[in-house]
């Protein structure tokens, strides 16, 4: 038998960060469960102080933490300072475009993780494995979704923010009414349009919270 201290030196050793509190503590705990060592952290800057300093195995990060470094940026930092940590991504949405700014600094390898689709605690342990052993995203594990274009997703998050019309136009550099066109287009590819919804603008963020939406 190994002795207990031995086999906790053994164990992988893994840092979740997510500003949820709820959210960290149930994956910590599910994560916990099938045998790995977990330190959490509520924010992109102290989870990648974390990564360093636990020498971590394994980093699963939400994407969207607010204010400061996204979780996408905090990937392609600790991809390029520790190269062999293995990257997990957690996140309510089907499309890292849905959830930041800059989704291209997302590794292409990294596995990814739609919250709504996780059901049980061996989706979590079987996400840090694939990508401790460089498998990547499992095929098939999207779930089925409403497609809309990179633009129309980046004018949804900006929706979801609580963004104007107005603040749309002047960031994409465009006018107020080609901003309306734009968002009316995409009530339409969400289906809103003839929904009889009296708010299309709530029915939309609704969608984008459930993880409903994916970038075509």
Do not use: C
């Amino acid at each position: 038998m190994i002795p207990a201290g031995e086999a906790q030196a053994h164990a992988i050793r893994v840092v979740v960060a997510d500003d949820d509190v709820f959210t960290a503590s149930l994956v910590g705990d599910g994560l916990r469960s099938q045998g790995f060592d977990v330190f959490a952290a509520a924010s992109a800057e102290s989870a990648e102080a974390l990564v360093a300093e636990v020498d971590a195995h394994a980093l699963v990060t939400d994407l969207n933490f607010g204010p400061g470094m996204s979780g996408a940026e905090l990937l392609r930092r600790v991809r390029e300072s520790s190269p062999w940590v293995a990257l997990v991504v957690l996140t309510s949405h089907q499309s890292p475009q849905l959830a930041v700014t800059n989704p291209q600094d997302v590794p292409a390898d990294a596995v990814y993780l739609v919250k709504s689709q996780v059901v049980r605690v061996d989706q979590l342990a079987g996400a840090v494995t694939r990508a401790i052993a460089g498998l990547g995203t499992e095929k098939g594990d999207s779930a089925p979704a409403i497609l809309v274009t990179a633009t129309q997703a980046e004018v949804l998050r900006k929706l979801a923010s609580g963004e104007s019309t107005k603040a749309i136009a002047e960031a994409r550099g465009t006018t107020v009414r080609a901003a309306e066109a734009m968002v009316s287009r995409l009530y339409d590819t969400l289906g809103l349009a003839e929904s009889g919804s009296s708010s299309p603008r709530v029915a939309a963020i609704q969608l984008w919270q459930q993880g409903r939406i994916r970038v075509r």
